[in-house]
Every structure is written in C-alpha cells, then in structure tokens.
Antibody
Framework: QEQLVESGGGLVKPGRSLRLSCEAS????????MNWIRQAPGKGLEWLSY????????YYADSAKGRFTISRDNAKNTLYLQMNSLRDEDTAVYFC????????WGPGTLLIVSS | IVMTQSPDSLPVSLGERATINCKSS????????????LAWYQQKPGHPPNLLFY???ARESGVPARFTGSGSGTDFTLTISSLQPEDVAVYYC?????????FGQGTKLEI
C-alpha cells in the first residue's frame, strides 16, 4: 500500500529555518515526480515545488523561490523541504504528494511560525 | 494559469445532483494526445486531498460511478449525480498543464 508520511513540523519563530521530511513506502519512490503543497488554516491548496525522479531538476512557485529548497534521497525513499527565513504567512499544513497529477498524498505536517 | 471555480459553496439535498464548475485562464488541452491536463480532488476535514479525476474525465480507481468529470480546453465540470452524506467535502480543480501548478479556490459542498 502506497504511503507517504511527513515529519518535521512544529512551532518556529520568524526568521528561523526548518527542514521537513517525507518518507515513502509501498511504491517505487525513485520513479515518481514529488511535490510539496501547503494549506494555510482554513484556506485552499498552494503548490510549492516539485522535483524530478532523479533529483536533477526542480521547480518552485514564486512564494517558495529563494527561501525553500526541495531535495530527495532515493536510497532512503525520502523527500525533503528546507525552509529558510520563515515568515508568519508560512504557517500551514505541509503535504508531500507524488505524481502529476498528485496521486499519493501524506497526511501532512503542521508548521506554525510565530514569535 | 488562474483556475476559477464556481460556486464557492453549494448546498445540495441528499439524492440530488451537484455540479461544480472550473474555468482555466488558458487552455489545458495538450494537442499531441487531445487530453486536458485537469484534475479534480476531494478533501474532507482533517484529511489530505484525494484524487478523483485526471485528464478531466478519467476516473481514478475506487471513485464511485456517481462522480463524473467532463470538459475540455478551458471549461470543466464535476458532477455528482445523487449526493450521498459521505460526499460532503471541499472539491478542488487543479491544472498540471504547466508550472506553476495551480488549484482552484475550492467549492464547499454541503447538505
């Protein structure tokens, strides 16, 4: 059974950094484009970034460009999102999702950015 | 590409038909295979979204037959033929024709 599980969220002060992880199981992780998508409390879905199966190509939404870095370790079946210079408006549930369209989703991890 | 859904909220009686519309600011039709790169998702409270349709009308495995996706180019529709209690959710359309991938604002379906 395909499964994605995010981790690494929590309460962080503005300006700090954090790395989210997403561990995959039950499918061939290295075959899939992988994405990060977030959802602010009570709001809609916002796609942030994707990475190709080999990890050689990435793309970012304007809201993530320059502050967020997506990466993957296919040997560990794990996707990452390094987030720097965090802001209040980055408060959201962060989902990893596999494929295009997004066929596999994790349950999400909540990040709260607040002083 | 801007995705616009209508309505934002849709009250429907049990057993009745529900129709959600989605319009893209440019065509999502890929000429080489004549498919539109449009997906529909269902999201229930406290859960991640669940893929219902891709290529505008291709039903994902396990999606009940009462759900239908249709449309092409810039105009798309998600129809639920006979609303069931478990269909109460927020529905999103999403284009994957080009980056940045974008979602509609969501339609809240309620009884």
């Amino acid at each position: 059974q395909e499964q994605l599980v995010e981790s690494g969220g929590g309460l962080v002060k503005p300006g700090r950094s954090l790395r989210l992880s997403c561990e995959a199981s039950g499918f061939i992780f290295s075959d899939f484009y992988m994405n990060w998508i977030r959802q602010a409390p009570g709001k809609g879905l916002e796609w942030l970034s994707y990475i190709n199966p080999s990890g050689t190509f990435t793309y970012y939404a304007d809201s993530a460009k320059g502050r967020f870095t997506i990466s993957r370790d296919n040997a560990k079946n794990t996707l990452y999102l390094q987030m720097n210079s965090l802001r209040d408006e980055d408060t959201a549930v962060y989902f990893c999702a596999g494929g295009s369209p997004f066929r596999h989703w994790g349950p999400g991890t909540l990040l709260i950015v607040s002083s | 590409i801007v995705m616009t859904q209508s309505p934002d909220s849709l009250p429907v009686s049990l057993g009745e038909r529900a129709t959600i519309n989605c319009k893209s600011s440019q065509s999502l039709l890929y000429s080489s295979n004549n498919k539109s790169f449009l997906a529909w998702y269902q999201q229930k409270p406290g859960h991640p979204p669940n893929l219902l349709f891709y290529s505008a009308s291709a039903r994902e495995s396990g999606v009940p037959a009462r759900f239908t996706g249709s449309g092409s180019g810039t105009d798309f529709t998600l129809t639920i033929s006979s609303l069931q209690p478990e269909d109460v959710a927020v529905y999103y359309c999403q284009q994957y024709f080009t980056t940045p991938f974008t979602f509609g604002q969501g339609t809240k379906l309620e009884i």
